[in-house]
C-alpha cells in the first residue's frame, strides 16, 4: 500500500502514524531509537506490506500490469489502490479528506526532526503538491506515476500507467473495495497485537 492507506491503517495514534510513513526509508532492524510506539508503526508497515504483496486479489490487480512494467506493477498497484481509498474516503472516515492530509502533514512537520533523512528530503515536496489530497484526482495520480518514472529514468514506463487505471477502471476499484476490506481487518488485529505486548 501506499502513503495514504498506510496513514489510515494506523488509526489515528500519533506514533503509530510516524513510524508507518517512515518505514520505507529504514533499513533492516535500524530503529532502537525511535520510541516504542513508533518502532511499532515500522513493524505493523512492514506486516501491512507483507500481507497486500501475498494477496490473492493484489495479484489478481498485478497481472493486469506485469506485462507492460515487470516489477513495478506493485508500485503502481500501491498507488491505483490509495487512489480508490481517497475517492471513497467518505466510506472510511468522518473526517474529510483535506482535514485529515492536513492534520497528518502537521504531525509530521512537527516531529520534522526525528524522520529519516530520505523522509525529511520527500516531506516538503508532498506537502507542496499535496500528494495525500490529490490522490483522488487523475492529474494527481498522473503527476506521481511521472515523478516515479523519472526516478528510474524512464525504465519503469510508469508515466503510462494512468492509461492502464482509466482501461481497467472498474476492475482495479472492484478489486481495492474486496481487498481493503480484508486488510482493514488484517491491520486491526495486527495493530491490537502490538499494542498490547
Sequence with gaps: MNFLAH?????????IMIGNFIADHIKGNKFSH????????????RA????????????????RLHERYGHYDGIIIDIFYDHFLAINWRDYSEIPLDIYVSSVYKL????????????????????KYNWL????????IKDVLNGMNNRTNGKSMMNLAT?????????????FTKFFKDLQHFSEIKTNELLTN
Excluded: C, W
Excluded at 48 to 63: A, F, G, L, N, Q
Design 163 to 175: 492509461e492502464d487505471l482509466l482501461l481497467h477502471y472498474d476492475s482495479f476499484h472492484n478489486d
Design 48 to 63: 501491512i506490506d507483507s500481507y497486500t504483496d501475498s494477496h490473492e486479489i493484489v495479484r489478481i490487480s498485478k497481472r
Design 108 to 127: 509530521l512537520e512537527n516531529n520534522f526532526d526525528i524522520l529519516p533523512e530520505k523522509t525529511q528530503h520527500l516531506l516538503p515536496y508532498m506537502v
Design 133 to 140: 489530497y490529490n490522490y483522488q484526482f487523475a492529474k494527481g
Design 7 to 15: 496513514l489510515y491503517l494506523s488509526k489515528n495514534n500519533d506514533e
Design 34 to 45: 525511535f520510541s516504542e510506539n513508533i518502532q511499532k508503526g515500522i513493524i505493523l508497515h
